[in-house]
């Protein structure tokens, strides 16, 4: 079964940091572009950042520029996202997905539809 997993959410307060993971089962993760996705309550799936297949190249949102910052580990099929100085306006759950891609050096954050496999999220909660 091809899924992915992601995990490290949880509650924090505002300026603390936490580390999501995101893992992938049944299938490799080097031959794809992998981002990160949030949503908050009443609000639309965002991109938040994504990594090229080679790692080489990352886009980040404007919002979390300086703050945020992913990374993978191929050998062990995981990407991460750490989140420091987090804001109340992070809360959301946060999603990874993977992207079939021929271009190793290049990940894009939208169309949402260009992502083949979706994790079932993880909540984050940034709160005194």
């Known amino acids: 079964q091809l899924q992915l997993v992601e995990s490290g959410g949880g509650l924090v307060q505002p300026g603390g940091s936490l580390r999501l993971s995101c893992a992938a089962s049944g299938f490799t993760l080097n031959y794809y572009a992998v981002g990160w996705f949030r949503q908050a309550p009443g609000k639309e799936r965002e991109g938040v950042s994504c990594?090229?297949?080679?790692?080489?190249?990352?886009n980040y949102a404007d919002s979390v520029k300086g703050r945020f910052t992913i990374s993978r580990d191929n050998a062990k099929n995981t990407v991460h996202l750490q989140m420091n100085n987090l804001k109340p306006e992070d809360t959301a759950v946060y999603y990874c997905a993977a992207d079939w891609t021929t271009f190793q050096t290049m990940c894009v954050m939208a169309p949402l539809d260009e992502y083949d496999y979706w994790g079932q999220g993880t909540q984050v909660t940034v709160s005194s």
């Open positions: 990594i090229s297949s080679s790692g080489g190249n990352t």
